[in-house]
């Protein structure tokens, strides 16, 4: 138990005596030097974002794609039906049967 506390304080110290000198190293870095580097993080946190939204966009891209090929199969297979049957020409002298659906009430 003692050998775990004796650690402990070991390792708060080691931190302590880093941030220490990064805190002074970096005291000794030129401003300008300093925005450049605050500048660069702040980019590649929006090329992070960017890159992300990319990724997204191509996804949806590929879904896109993937249904316009089942529209254009779909469109095939309807208009060769279509082409296949036969369909017979309307003179004035034909009558004609309109099968419109219609709704029945239903008894309450």
């Known amino acids: 138990k003692q050998w775990y506390q004796r650690r402990v304080r070991a390792d708060?110290?080691?931190?302590?005596?880093?941030?220490?000198?990064?805190?002074?190293?970096?005291?000794?870095?030129p401003e300008s030097l300093r925005e450049l580097a605050q500048q660069n993080r702040v980019m590649k946190r929006e090329l992070l974002l960017h890159q992300d939204s990319i990724y997204e966009t191509e996804q949806e891209i590929r879904q896109i794609k993937e249904d316009i090929r089942k529209l254009q199969k779909q469109y095939k297979k309807k208009t060769s039906?279509?082409?296949?049957?036969?369909t017979d020409i309307c003179t004035p002298d034909t009558e004609l049967t309109l099968d419109i659906p219609t709704h029945k009430m239903l008894p309450v």
């Open 12 to 29: 708060k110290r080691c931190r302590e005596i880093q941030a220490n000198l990064t805190a002074s190293a970096v005291k000794n870095i």
């Open 81 to 86: 039906l279509l082409n296949t049957t036969t």
